[in-house]
């Protein structure tokens, strides 16, 4: 899936004449108040510190993309798009600087993490978006955005599965949390998948390619959803 994402990468660099240019891409990981500002609720991933956002630049329009593995890296266009995505933090780059692009070609237009009080408001939204769209599905829940998890548990039947070891085996919202082993259970069991676009990173995301509807959630998955025609839900996005 990877390629088939560079190879349109690379063509829509191709159609812009951007290859011409030479023009450095800088991805740096963002600190927490950076990422998500001072949002009145400290459940956050990003507060506690669990993951990091990693930031591109191009041309001063800017892409994310949540990770575990982050640091600095400057290199041309080229670079990114023959880059070997083996690992968590050269894919992070890779997506962060995809979003990047697409968000300066006016391709995308969510990009940059919403902050403060606006991911509760994303949630009440996404409610909203569920009760118009599908009524009152069975959710496969994966990744755990507090606000999200804490909205659709108190409207929807819910399982909830994450990676995060601090997590499995608790319950937050009146949901046990479970752990990726659980994963293809619960999408056997659902009606529709909620998935957290920080799969499109960890290299985990072929697998929600089913026949049941999946809506990818976040920042970090924009341009892949837009470049694979996914389903994408990012309501307060910059």
Same mark, same amino acid.
């Given at each position: ?57 191009? #041309?001063?329009? !800017?892409?994310? %993309?949540?990770? $575990? ?6 290199? =041309?266009? /080229?670079? &990114? ?73 108190? #409207?929807?039947? !819910?399982?909830? %599965?994450?990676? $995060? ?6 319950? =937050?919202? /009146?949901? &046990? ?62």
């Amino acid at each position: 899936m990877y390629e088939i994402v560079k190879r349109k990468f690379a063509d829509i660099i191709n159609q812009n004449e951007l290859e011409k240019e030479d023009v450095i891409i800088r991805a740096v990981p963002l600190s927490p108040e950076e990422a998500i500002g001072n949002p009145e609720d400290r459940d956050y991933p990003l507060v506690i510190g669990r993951e990091r956002l990693m930031q591109a630049e191009f #041309k001063s329009f !800017l892409g994310q %993309a949540f990770t $575990d593995m982050y640091g600095d890296f400057a290199g =041309k266009l /080229g670079d &990114i798009v023959a880059m070997d995505l083996k690992n968590n933090f050269r894919r992070a780059i890779f997506i962060s600087s995809l979003n990047a692009v697409m968000r300066s070609l006016n391709l995308v237009d969510k990009t940059v993490h919403c902050r403060d009080n606006e991911p509760r408001v994303c949630s009440q939204e996404l409610v909203k978006f569920l009760e118009r769209s599908y009524g009152h599905p069975r959710i496969a829940f994966t990744g755990f955005q507090p606000r999200m998890v804490e909205a659709l548990s108190g #409207k929807f039947e !819910l399982r909830v %599965a994450d990676m $995060d070891h601090d997590n499995i085996g608790k319950k =937050k919202f /009146g949901v &046990i949390i479970d752990g990726p082993d659980r994963t293809g259970e619960n999408l056997r069991w659902c009606d529709i998948a909620l998935v957290t676009g920080t799969t499109v990173v960890n290299s985990t995301f072929e697998q929600f390619m089913i026949a049941k509807p999946v809506i990818f959630y976040g920042i970090t998955v924009s341009g892949m959803a837009k470049l694979l025609e996914l389903k994408h839900f990012c309501y307060c996005g910059h």
